[in-house]
């Protein structure tokens, strides 16, 4: 089962930061949050992964609060393009174990 | 660099048949994993492999088989064909049996008739 919580949907005007919550109050120590996202016909896309400080990447910002329960995922200037469902994962990199995947945010970009 | 590389993409098969899809990994990469995606179930994990072994299976019937080659190159079986295994099925690779950072392919749309 998916160890994280997710809204089924959101929407975000074009130009504006998207911002994506997560709730995953079972995590343990080792495990990291991982987001992923997909397209409609694609496969998902990694977009960024943390552990416990906050990340930034090209594409995002993940937010991660200090007990670790809850994470946020940030879009500064969402575009249209960024129209998908997005999905938090949390994973234990040291059992190398599979990414379980949940139903994930259908986040909704309009103009 | 070429991405995950799904064939066919389309495929349509009655029930009872088999199929065999095939996933080329991004050049370099020696884990693969394979999911299936229903409407109904979401992503789920099949099985995953590294170094032609496979290292992680999911809760799937054993009509669900997969293998790698020694180029990393992997196909996955599907004996018996259901009419629930009409699906999307992606594959994924990554550098090293971890699991950081998965590439995804584009996937392989089945249809069981």
């Known amino acids: 089962d998916a160890k994280t919580t997710q809204p089924t949907s959101m929407d975000c005007a074009e130009g504006r930061a998207a911002n994506l919550p997560c709730n995953h109050s079972?995590?343990?120590?080792?495990?990291?949050v991982y987001w992923y996202r997909q397209i409609h016909s694609q496969g998902p896309q990694y977009i960024i992964h943390g552990l416990k400080n906050n990340e930034t990447n090209e594409m995002a910002s993940l937010i991660i609060t200090e007990d670790r329960k809850s994470s946020t995922l940030i879009l500064p200037h969402a575009t249209l393009r960024d129209t998908a469902v997005y999905y938090c994962i949390v994973r234990d990199d040291y059992n190398t174990d599979k990414l379980i995947f949940g139903t994930g945010t259908r986040l909704q970009v309009f103009p | 660099k070429a991405g995950v590389t799904q064939t066919p993409r389309y495929l349509i098969k009655t029930r009872g048949q088999q199929v065999t899809l095939s996933c080329s990994p991004i050049s370099g990469h020696r884990s693969v994993s394979w999911y299936q995606q229903t409407p109904g179930q979401g992503l789920q994990f099949l099985f995953e492999y590294f170094s032609e072994t496979q290292r992680n299976k999911g809760n799937f019937p054993g009509r669900f088989s997969g293998r790698q080659f020694s180029n990393s190159r992997s196909e996955m079986n599907v004996s018996t064909l259901e009419l629930g295994d009409s699906a999307l099925y992606l594959c994924a690779s990554s550098l090293s049996p971890d699991g950081r950072n998965l590439h995804f392919g584009n996937g392989t749309r089945l249809t069981v008739t």
């Open positions: 079972t995590i343990s120590g080792n495990e990291y």
